[in-house]
């Protein structure tokens, strides 16, 4: 098994700078509730939840990096990471962020970036907007077999391109995608069935798959399952109509990049795919 398939973070074993356990759960209970009255934000990539994480942080000085303390994350996307301290630090200060990972094979994730905001919330609370050096690649640090929510946020479709391929035997359901992409700068192509998809993927790399679960002549986990075989890295992800159970059971240990609920809202979309289909531009220019 490809030890990717199982990097997750590592959840808090020690005591962070704003509290950790049932304290910490309730500060970030808070923060995403005042989140969710916020009006809808652009953003070029999909954030993800920190739930009870905690990542080592150090500031840069004169090429230098010191002070290393244990901050709380809020949530992280490919391009910058929200964490939460207990005093303020100046905005525009390099630093470098240590993220613990509990997969096979893998060491932490060292990341550096650079402090973009950093605003008060209450009490000692502080929460630090950090913009990385560089995108990661996000299967290494979250469980990307779960159902895609939607959240208070949008992306902007001007700056997603690239190359997609729709494995998906519904003309509907094509054609609801292609209309959801009619603003992107992505090049679209489809087919209707497992073999078909393996045909042209022999002969044409794509950027990105979006493939059903349910297909004529197989599962689109199939697909998944024989692009892995082959050396096919591409990022994958499953369009299901069932509920998340079973979804799951399906999909088991394949290699996936995400899983999107049928009927499929455009937000949702564009904000799932933007995490591989963005510009590079896009991606150095969010924090989390």
């Known amino acids: 098994m490809n030890p990717k398939q199982k990097a997750i973070l590592q959840p808090a074993a020690q005591r962070s700078t704003v509290g950790s356990g049932k304290q910490l759960s309730e500060i970030l209970k808070e923060l ?11 953003r070029s990539s999909m954030r993800w939840s920190l739930k009870n994480v ?20 809020r949530n992280i996307s490919t391009n910058g990471i929200s964490l939460l301290h207990s005093s303020f630090f100046y905005p525009e200060t390099p630093c470098r962020i240590t993220i ?43 469980p990307r077999n779960e159902i895609t929510k939607g959240r208070d946020e949008y992306s902007n479709p001007e700056l997603l391109s690239g190359s997609l391929l729709h494995v998906e035997d519904s003309k509907s359901q094509r054609e609801q995608v292609i209309a959801h992409l009619a ?29 059903n679960l349910d297909l004529p002549d197989g599962s689109g986990v199939d697909v998944v399952s024989w692009m892995r075989e082959n050396d096919n890295n591409a990022p994958a992800m499953v369009l299901s109509g069932k509920s998340a159970g079973q979804t799951l059971k399906q999909v088991g240990e394949v290699e996936i990049s995400g899983i999107l609920p049928i ?26």
């Open 100 to 142: 613990p990972l509990r997969a096979v094979g893998y060491a932490d994730l060292v990341v550096r970036g650079t402090i973009r905001r950093c605003t008060h919330w209450k009490g000692i609370v502080h929460e630090l907007g950090i913009e990385f050096d560089e995108a990661i690649d996000m299967s290494r640090v979250v």
């Open 32 to 42: 995403n509730a005042r989140g969710n009255k916020k009006f809808e934000e652009i």
């Open 183 to 211: 603003d992107t700068r992505i090049k679209y192509s489809s087919v209707e069935s497992v073999e078909q998809a393996k045909k042209l993927m022999q002969s044409k790399s794509f950027d990105m798959v979006l493939v």
């Open 54 to 73: 905690i990542v080592e942080f150090e500031l840069e000085e004169n090429g230098y990096y010191r002070n290393k303390i244990r901050l709380a994350g």
């Open 263 to 288: 009927p499929m809202d455009r937000s949702i979309l564009l904000l799932s795919i933007a995490d591989y289909l963005s510009s590079k531009s896009s991606r150095n220019r969010d924090a989390a």
